[in-house]
């Protein structure tokens, strides 16, 4: 995350059109979460260049408009375009230096549903990867300064991977959500630990660095996933606190509010970037700032 105690830049293009289906869900409260990742519909034939904080226009923008019909420079951004999402984002203040938690000598990985501090931070995490990929969120993520954990199927980060190198470098970190996106309770050692090493491999060969974080589909799992996964490298293992769809957060808790430590889930669907924008409102008003994972678990 940047060091910048003010953590939000104002850009000009226009959010692209949102063509892909729905993604999958782990909460009873949204819609029924896809047992198989499918494949989505195919990436731009030439994808956009890699975030900045002054992107190239999208091809449904790309004329300049003439004298006569261009946008006064004092004029509201347009609901629904880039601008707009990154003149909406909070301003957060800096986050305190992460304090690294404890993580046992020996054993299997531990599993968390919010990390275990009282630093005045909450995590973003999206999931999956194959059903929607939104054009405009690496520019989002990056013009906003948000850190997001992104836990990939392995197929879907193979076929899709500059769309995800892009998010990488707007401050993304990739991590393991397995290889079939099936559930992994009550199967054997072998099985899980092929779907866990297999796609911590791919993703390490994709992106040059191995997971260390591993999400269960569904959070479906048992003793046995913790210990596939430790063996996998895993450091830990992630449930979630709140998780976000359709730009509205849903609380696990009574109290309706995101604690310290919480962790915040969504997916990659047509409205990741609302649910982006209400994670870090969210957050915004807990008083708290959103942090990476991987600085906190090391």
């Known amino acids: ?28 409260g949204q819609a029924a979460h ?67 938690v404890q993580l046992p000598a020996t054993g299997p990985a531990p599993i968390w549903h919010r990390l275990p501090t009282e630093q005045k931070v909450a995590f973003i995490t999206i999931d999956d990867g194959g059903l929607a990929r939104p054009p405009a969120v690496a520019d989002f993520i990056w013009q906003a300064h948000i850190p997001v954990t992104m836990f990939l199927n392995s197929p879907a980060a193979e076929e899709h991977d500059v769309y995800f190198r892009q998010i990488e470098v707007a401050g993304g970190v990739i991590e393991n ?78 109290e309706k509010v995101v604690r310290p430590g919480d962790v915040l889930l969504m997916h990659f669907r047509p409205a990741l970037m609302d649910d982006l924008l209400a994670a870090l409102k969210a957050i915004h008003r807990a008083g708290l700032t959103p942090a990476l994972l991987e600085d906190y678990v090391r």
């Open 1 to 28: 995350m940047l060091s910048a105690p003010v953590r939000r830049i104002v850009a000009a293009v226009t959010l692209p059109t949102i063509l892909a289906l729905s993604s999958c869900t782990a909460d009873p």
């Open 34 to 100: 896809a047992r198989q990742v499918a494949a989505g519909p195919p990436s731009p034939s030439t994808p956009p260049p890699t975030p900045s904080t002054s992107p190239s226009p999208t091809p449904s923008t790309a004329a300049s408009p003439t004298p006569s019909t261009a946008p006064s420079a004092t004029a509201k951004p347009a609901p629904g375009t880039l601008e707009w999402y990154v003149s909406q984002a909070p301003t957060f203040p800096e986050a305190p230096p992460p304090q690294p």
């Open 177 to 254: 959500h397995t290889i079939r996106h099936t559930s992994l309770a009550g199967r054997s050692y072998g099985h899980q630990k092929q779907e866990i090493c297999g796609a911590a491999d791919k993703l390490e060969a994709l992106f040059g660095k191995r997971p260390t974080l591993f999400r269960p589909p569904f959070g479906e799992h048992d003793s046995t996933t913790l210990q596939a996964a430790h063996d996998c490298g895993a450091k830990a293992v992630f449930h979630w606190s709140e998780t976000v769809h359709e730009g509205k957060v849903r609380y696990q808790t009574p």
